[in-house]
Every structure is written in C-alpha cells, then in structure tokens.
C-alpha cells in the first residue's frame, strides 16, 4: 500500500515547521572570536574606532534611556570603569535611543550629579557617522567583552553578572 500525497505534505510541513522551531542565534549575535566593527563619533563629537582600542580590553555595552535595567546599571558602569582608570581597559556605550535628544536630556542629568572624569565615553547608534557589524541587541542591556586583540570574548544580554568584572581582571 502506498502512502497517501496528503501524508507526504503533511510530514514536510511538519519537517518544516520543527526546523523553524529549533532555536537559531540570534542576528544581532557576534560570535566568540568575532571581531566586530564600530566606528563613529562620540556624544562630544569626537571621531571614533574600536579598531583604535586594540591592545586594551574593552567593554561595549549597548543601552537606552527607556531601559530601567539599564539605567540602574549606569552608576556601577561608572564605578567600575572608574577602578579600571589607568589599566588598559576601555568602557564604551552605545545609546540606542529613537532620538538623540533623549540620550542627550540623560547625559546633561549625569553631569550635573557625577565628576567630569567618571563620564563613560558615549555613542548613539542613529548618527549618520555611525557603522557597527553588531546589529540592535533585542533585548538591553547587551554588552560584549573585547580582549586586547580586539576579539570578542563573552557576550552578555540583560545584567551584567559580577562574574564579569572578575572575567575583565583576568584579561588585563
């Protein structure tokens, strides 16, 4: 007995629809070894390159104002990357806010609370001068953790466990 066409439609479509479900990494993923891009310029308007951070450990963190977590996060950001201050180690944020304007409202908030010498060195990813091979995290904070060489190391999405700051330590 030979089996119906319906049945091999329906065991394609099935195939079909198990492969869709397996879980894929995400676009916005840079991989273990990767080396991403991210050129621009700074919310000072400076020119920018993490090419130009080799040889330093890098933290990029990507953010916005509408984020609580993130927001929260900002003031341990700062006390970190303050300890860090003289060590070959680089914080860079990455606002992906709709409109410069609110990450620049955020920015005038910080200064007027922090020292000129704990502002995290800041870009937003809507700047025409703006190029990153890392597309929009979907969930934030996300951060990638850059060894000297410029290579991504560890990759966070949400928080940033203490256990990196740790990870940072080694890379140094």
């Known amino acids: 007995m030979r089996p119906s066409s319906s049945f091999f439609f329906t065991r394609h479509l099935l195939a079909l629809g198990l492969a869709l479900a397996l879980p894929c990494a995400p676009a916005w993923a840079v991989k273990p070894g990767d080396t991403?891009?991210?050129?621009?310029?700074?919310?000072?308007n400076q020119p920018f390159s993490?090419?130009?951070?080799?040889?330093?450990?890098?933290?990029v963190v990507f953010w916005s104002t509408d984020c609580p977590v993130c927001r929260d996060k900002?003031?341990?950001?700062?006390?970190?990357?303050?300890?860090w201050r003289g060590k070959p180690f680089e914080l860079i944020t990455v606002s992906v806010d709709r409109k410069l304007q609110d990450t620049a409202d955020y920015e005038k908030l910080v200064l007027t609370v922090v020292n000129k010498n704990e502002h995290l060195l800041s870009m937003w990813a809507g700047d025409s001068a703006y190029r990153s091979s890392i597309a929009r995290p979907p969930h934030l904070p996300a951060a990638y953790l850059l060894d000297k060489s410029g290579r991504v190391v560890?990759?966070?999405?949400?928080?940033?466990?203490?256990?990196?700051?740790?990870?940072i330590a080694d890379l140094l």
């Not at 993490?50 to 933290?59: Q, S």
């Open 74 to 83: 900002m003031p341990e950001l700062r006390a970190n990357a303050q300890g």
């Open 50 to 59: 993490l090419a130009a951070l080799r040889g330093k450990v890098t933290l």
């Open 36 to 44: 991403p891009v991210l050129t621009g310029r700074t919310l000072a």
């Open 154 to 167: 560890e990759q966070y999405s949400g928080r940033i466990p203490p256990e990196a700051w740790d990870r």
